[in-house]
């Protein structure tokens, strides 16, 4: 293993959460839903049907391109994508071919930047299912599906580890979701990702002669494994004098392995044409400007904006920016402490990563008022602690001896008994205190 | 017969209750009974009872399109809702359309009365309708000849008055060609002009919807309640659609019409030459120069033609898999495989920009010697097939010839550019000789008044085929 | 695609496409192809080709390419959703021959794509 280099690229598909498909008004969102009851014409590629592009789909495909600093298509357009398979309505598939919305851009990681090659933005195939019915292995076709705005992200070939791979996914996924393009939920296969894999000898320049792709991943740490999987594969064949064979492998989630699905014998012919029934795009700088000033502040600023301006260390700062919610909630709860508390942003944040509130049920200012209890419960004179303490000890002489006998759960019978006369009091402190009185007796 | 009378007449006559749509509708029935075993111009004849239905029904409440109450047929190249679409291919033997084209919802809103699917090559694959699955189509001039195509079967309707008008496809002359075949007026419109939503697609950035009639202005009317912007096309124009019965009386003195020598040449039969030629002196009469002029890249409009159509028609065709609604792949005809073969061949890897690539940088040739000559002229003065009504299985085994039948239309298509196809004289055993007059980007306006200017002097238009007498 | 279509081409006696040419490419178009209908479409195709060919005299090397004529830019449309044009569960499956518990359904396909 140590005379190869992992040489990596991915390809990761994106259903945006846009209220219509990508070329027609049929609801996008489709999970759950019965089959084929989000159809019309066009997504079921009726004869005579035409395509007429989702203007939201276009703008959050540049979006996103923005945010990974790609550059702008000055003029793009759709193409017609050609290959039979039931899932596929029309025999083609709407994509982009030579000018993608989105070129270029790079996502750094802790293990050095990840290039992307570009960004397009194309429509989603039907679901296929596979079933016995009267004896007979069949396949059925839902086009719910069909239509839905996809965007397939492309990442030149610069990652060097599956650790590499979770991690710039990893990012994607918080910069999407940070975008609010979509909700890149894996296992409902609104985010989808499928590595590109091979082995170079170390010392050897240009790609490697062949490229496994793996397909049916979902989630991240499955990524990680599939990757992995097919590193050591290689590097096992490579050792022999074989090269691995250039095809497409699934991931098996029971066999913990990929496995074979399709060798490409010579490469796929998708005959991409112009498509003649949507008209070029075209943007100018002004249109891209707008776009732009929609882009909230993404993961990486806002990390550190939190690390300068709060005071925070990284490990905290980026569990707090996992989510946009998550960040927000604290800003907030900064915000309403300040001034009304002697709360420093650090406390919160520990607060926050300790507690960890329902940020959904419980408001800022509801969970800065409940840390103002708890702490000023505890700041309660140590005094008056003691003496209900000794009261308590005094009164329960059996549950004292059956402690000292080794009964831990008098301890907490205990203090149950203190609590009840201290109402507010924080029941770890009591706890610390009335062991150190009871071991002290 | 009122089916022979114009649209203007009719209205007005239904209005004044002469007679209603109902006895018109009863009337074409009738006829249709009668003349349609001879030509075979239907796939599928709409129910009577529910076509007479509709007519008490608009009888009852007339509105104010002048196309209400009127019967009509579509070439089965429509989806019209609830009635058998089949492009004239057994793959669509039974499929009945859930949902209708925009051109024929509108004429639903009009008021005008479907009552037939009409005969053509089968997805449009062809110039004789002689490539379909249900028979092809005979000329009511000459049951032993061709109606030509694709759309021969609304054209040769429409020539036998079954129909008081029709609405054609023209890709690569689909309309043109089957009405001059049939003594019939037509307009292939500028692309863009009538929305495509729900016309089975044969060469998307082809394709035209268009009307055909008896004469001008009936294509005027029909063009003017089928004309405007679908949000359901993408290509379609938000170009206002002008008046265009009213314009249609305006002046042709002054108009300047070209008159391209190189489409006069050898390629052309000589019957269609002289006829043409008279009918140049005839717009001379009227007002009008006819000019002299050079259009040379006449010789690569078929070429750039059977590269273009060919290629998207593989694409369009791909749809049709059997899974959910037809039947298999297996049931495309010879000339259907032909062209899908061909069109994948030109796109796949290694040939795309040989072919075409190429054939789209040559039809940017095409625009410019198009555009540079009529910011000159208001029209060109051209034939519309080289060739007179073919005999049976004279274009169906010759696949060059087919090809080459195409040469005066497809350039039309390739640029983009509205025609008016209309009669303009009879050869040798009285088959119909048509013309084409070619105008800029939407000046359909223009080319209707040349075309109305035309037959209000002329009266080749009203001669009423063989198979009516 | 290239390479299968010239390596071929060396055996034949046609100028053009071979039948086995022909035979990929009725694979590519999904399109079943008799051995008969190859040899006819052979010849047939390959005059067609041949003849469309001849657009390699024009010089074309500063033309852009016209895909459409429209001369329409950025024709889009709001992300809004129409119900006027959707189908219900029965009318999506009507013209299908084979449907199960509201799916469409055909034979077996093992390869995932």
């Not at chain 1, 599939?226 to 492998?249: C, F, S, V, W």
């Not at chain 1, 732009?292 to 707090?320: M, Y």
């Not at chain 2, 002008?242 to 008159?259: D, H, M, V």
């Not at chain 2, 010697?369 to 299985?393: C, H, R, W």
Request: aromatic share 8%; hydrophobic share 35%; charged share 25%.
């Amino acid at each position: 293993m140590d005379t190869y280099e992992p040489i990596i690229g991915l390809e990761i598909h994106v259903e945006l959460k846009t209220k219509s498909g990508m070329f027609c008004g049929c609801p996008a969102d489709h999970f759950g839903k019965k089959p084929n009851t989000g159809t019309c014409p066009v997504c079921l590629g009726l004869p005579g049907a035409l395509p007429v592009p989702n203007k939201k789909a276009v703008e959050w495909t540049i979006m996103l391109g923005l945010a990974l600093g790609s550059t702008i298509a000055e003029v793009s357009k759709f193409d017609r994508k050609h290959y039979f398979y039931p899932d596929l309505p029309k025999g083609y598939q709407i994509s982009q071919y030579d000018q993608p919305l989105c070129r270029g851009g790079m996502v750094p990681t802790s293990f050095g930047d990840v290039r992307i090659h570009r960004v397009h933005l194309e429509e989603d195939t039907g679901k296929l299912q596979h079933a016995t019915v009267d004896g007979k292995r069949v396949t059925l076709v839902d086009f719910n599906r069909s239509g839905v705005p996809l965007v397939e992200i492309v990442t030149e070939a610069d990652i060097r580890s599956a650790e590499q791979a979770k991690e710039f996914l990893k990012k994607l996924h918080q910069i999407v979701r940070y975008l609010g393009i979509s909700d890149a939920d894996m296992e409902k296969g609104s985010m989808r990702l499928e590595p590109n894999i091979s082995l170079r000898k170390i010392g050897e320049k240009g790609l490697p002669p062949y490229k496994v792709e793996v397909k049916n991943i979902n989630s991240f740490r499955f990524a990680e494994r599939a990757i992995n999987y097919e590193l050591e594969r290689h590097a096992r064949m490579l050792d022999e004098g074989k090269i691995p064979l250039q095809e497409t492998r699934g991931w098996d989630e029971a066999k913990n392995a990929t496995v074979s699905q399709r060798t490409k014998e010579e490469a796929a012919d998708y005959r991409y044409f112009p498509e003649p029934d949507i008209p070029p795009m075209r943007f100018t700088q002004q249109m891209i400007t707008n776009i732009q000033s929609t882009i909230p502040e993404l993961p990486d600023a806002k990390l550190t904006r939190f690390t300068k301006d709060f005071g925070l260390n990284n490990q905290d700062a980026s569990l707090l920016i996992e989510s946009q919610e998550l960040a927000d909630y604290f800003e907030e709860a900064v915000k309403v402490a300040t001034g009304r508390t002697n709360f420093s942003p650090k406390d919160i944040a520990n607060w926050i990563i300790n507690r960890k509130p329902d940020i959904d049920a419980v408001m800022p200012a509801k969970f800065i008022e409940s840390m103002r209890e708890a702490k000023e419960v505890v700041a309660v004179s140590d005094k008056d602690l003691f003496a209900v303490i000794d009261k308590v000890l005094a009164e329960n002489a059996k549950a004292v001896a059956d402690y000292k006998a080794g009964k831990q759960q008098s301890a907490m019978f205990l203090m149950g008994l203190v609590r009840r006369q201290l109402p507010k009091s924080d029941t770890k402190l009591i706890l610390d205190t009335l062991r150190k009185s009871l071991d002290s007796t | 017969m009122n089916s022979d009378l114009s649209i203007r007449d009719i209205a007005k006559k239904l209005r004044s209750k002469e007679f209603s749509s109902y006895d018109l509708t009863r009337e074409c029935y009738d006829l249709i009974e009668k003349v349609e075993p001879k030509i075979h111009a239907f796939i599928t004849l709409v129910d009577k009872k529910d076509a007479l239905a509709r007519a008490r029904k608009i009888d009852e409440h007339m509105t104010q399109s002048p196309l209400a109450g009127i019967p009509y047929v579509m070439k089965d190249a429509y989806l019209t809702r609830g009635v058998r679409t089949t492009a004239a291919s057994k793959i669509l033997d039974d499929f009945i359309a859930p949902y209708s084209a925009t051109v024929h919802k509108k004429l639903e809103d009009a008021g005008a009365i479907l009552i037939g699917k009409m005969n053509m090559d089968a997805w449009g694959h062809g110039a004789s309708t002689e490539n379909t699955d249900y028979g092809p189509s005979k000329n009511p001039w000459d049951l032993t000849r061709s109606a030509g195509g694709s759309g021969g079967g609304p054209a040769a309707a429409v020539a036998a008055r079954l129909s008081v008008f029709g609405i054609g496809e023209d890709t690569g002359g689909s309309i043109r060609n089957p009405a001059a075949w049939n003594n019939i007026t037509a307009m292939k419109v500028t692309y863009g002009r009538v929305s495509r939503y729900g016309a089975i697609a044969y060469a998307s950035s082809l394709d035209t919807v268009g009307p055909t009639a008896k004469t001008a202005e009936d294509c005027a009317f029909v063009l003017e309640a089928i004309a405007g912007h679908d949000p359901y096309d993408a290509t379609s124009s938000k170009q206002p659609v002008p008046n265009y019965t009213k314009e249609l009386e305006k002046s042709i003195k002054g108009k300047r019409i070209a008159f391209p020598t190189e489409f006069y040449g050898e390629a052309l039969d000589p019957e269609i030459n002289a006829a043409i030629t008279k009918a140049r002196e005839v717009f001379v009469s009227l007002g009008a120069t006819v000019t002299d002029v050079s259009l040379p890249m006449l010789e690569y409009g078929v070429p750039v033609y059977y590269i273009l159509a060919p290629s998207e028609t593989s694409s369009n065709l791909g749809r049709y898999d059997g899974v959910r609604y037809g039947y298999g792949r297996n049931l495309f005809t010879k000339e259907n495989k032909r062209r899908i073969m061909t069109g994948t061949y030109a796109l796949s890897s290694g040939y795309y920009d040989a072919y075409y690539k190429k054939a789209l940088k040559v039809r940017s040739l095409f625009i410019e010697e198009y555009q540079k000559l009529l910011v000159n002229y208001d029209a060109i003065l051209s034939p519309v097939t080289p060739i007179m009504p073919s005999k049976f299985g004279e274009l169906l085994n010759d696949p060059m010839k087919n090809m080459m039948a195409d040469l005066y239309t497809v350039i039309v298509n390739i640029v983009g550019l509205p025609a008016l196809s209309l009669p303009c004289g009879f050869g040798k055993g009285g088959l119909p000789i048509g013309m084409q007059l070619v105008g800029s980007m939407f000046s359909e306006s223009s080319l209707f008044s040349l075309g109305h200017a035309y037959q209000k002097v002329t009266d080749w238009h009203m001669q009423l085929p063989q198979v009516l007498k | 695609m290239k390479a299968t279509l010239a390596k071929t081409k060396k055996n034949t006696s046609s100028p053009i496409l071979t039948t086995a040419d022909i035979d990929h490419i009725a694979k590519l178009a999904n399109v079943p192809v008799s051995k008969e209908q190859a040899i006819e479409l052979t010849e047939q195709v390959g005059e067609t080709v041949e003849y469309v060919s001849k657009l390699g005299a024009l010089p074309t090397e500063n033309v852009v390419e016209t895909a459409q004529v429209t001369g329409l830019e950025n024709v889009l449309r709001e992300d809004e959703i129409d119900t006027t044009r959707m189908f219900t569960q029965e009318e999506a499956l009507k013209n299908a021959k084979r449907t199960y518990n509201g799916f469409f359904m055909v034979d077996a396909v093992l390869e995932e794509k």
